[in-house]
């Protein structure tokens, strides 16, 4: 059943290394770039907007609930902003979606919006095409897709990307195998800490353009662009182990960017059917 008000819980979310023109990472810490959410406290404090249909309630709560193990994220779920098929972002909120969009390849997509080194607002879209499919109609699949694209909009890494590794037992490893990457595990608290160790002050934009050219207004393109595959998704930054995953970047400047990342169904390139 939908939320009637926001429950308070805690969530982990993530969005991932790019190689070029993004400051580069060792696979020990996966964490990426310095983009975070501002804040002047911990925990941080964010609203996920659930825009899910009610099969998909319980996954996002797991989420939450294990995330809540963080001591630097506090997130509440409250209704959602905006409808399902757009996934329209909010400011200031990440807005969590599912519904059927089509055999267009991907199975999940996290995307953040950047104006210097904070992130302002995130999604995360669900492809029910897939989910509704034998292979990907399970509990484990859901659980893993959920916690890592949610916790790709905090600034996290996958902590592995080859498909047919043996599983490390944390949603942030893309496997063949869900079944035991369906949770966070201390790596990813600990990166979390090291991420939001240090409060922003009120005027702090790390990285972001200098006062007087545009610091923290968007540019209107990059509110009203819609965002729905790989045309608009701007530069491939980075394809993990055989393709199942896929980091892009759409540059706006002044330090306004858009960054998409992706889980493929199959690894792209190939062929897909339902």
Wanted: glycine share 10%; charged share 20%.
């Amino acid at each position: 059943m939908k939320r009637d008000s926001p429950r308070v819980l805690t969530a982990f979310v993530v969005v991932s290394l790019a190689l070029m023109a993004v400051p580069a990472i060792s696979w020990a810490d996966n964490s990426w770039g310095n983009y975070h959410w501002e804040r002047a406290s911990n925990p941080l404090e964010l609203n996920l907007g659930d825009n899910l249909t009610s099969n998909w309630d319980d996954f996002l709560d797991t989420a939450s609930s294990d995330w809540n193990l963080s001591a630097v994220l506090n997130t509440t779920i409250v209704p959602g902003g905006t409808r399902a098929k757009k996934c329209r972002p909010t400011k200031g909120q990440a807005e969590i979606c599912n519904e059927a969009y089509g055999f267009n390849g991907w199975l999940g997509v996290a995307q953040i919006w950047v104006s210097g080194g904070h992130i302002t607002q995130g999604t995360v879209k669900n492809n029910d095409s897939y989910f509704n499919t034998l292979t990907y109609n399970t509990p484990a699949w859901k659980h893993l897709v959920m916690c890592q694209e949610v916790g790709h909009l905090f600034g996290l890494q996958h902590q592995d990307e080859d498909f047919g590794n043996v599983p490390l037992g944390t949603c942030m490893d893309y496997s063949s195998d869900p079944a035991p990457n369906q949770h966070p595990n201390q790596h990813d608290y600990d990166q979390l800490g090291d991420i939001y160790t240090h409060f922003d002050e009120p005027e702090e934009e790390s990285g972001g353009p200098p006062r007087g050219r545009g610091r923290n207004k968007m540019p209107p393109a990059m509110k009203d662009m819609e965002f729905d595959g790989p045309p608009q998704w701007g530069k491939l930054l980075q394809r993990g182990h055989h393709g199942h995953t896929e980091l892009y970047m759409l540059d706006f400047g002044h330090g306004h960017k858009v960054f998409t990342f992706v889980v493929w169904a199959e690894p792209r390139g190939r062929s897909l059917k339902p």
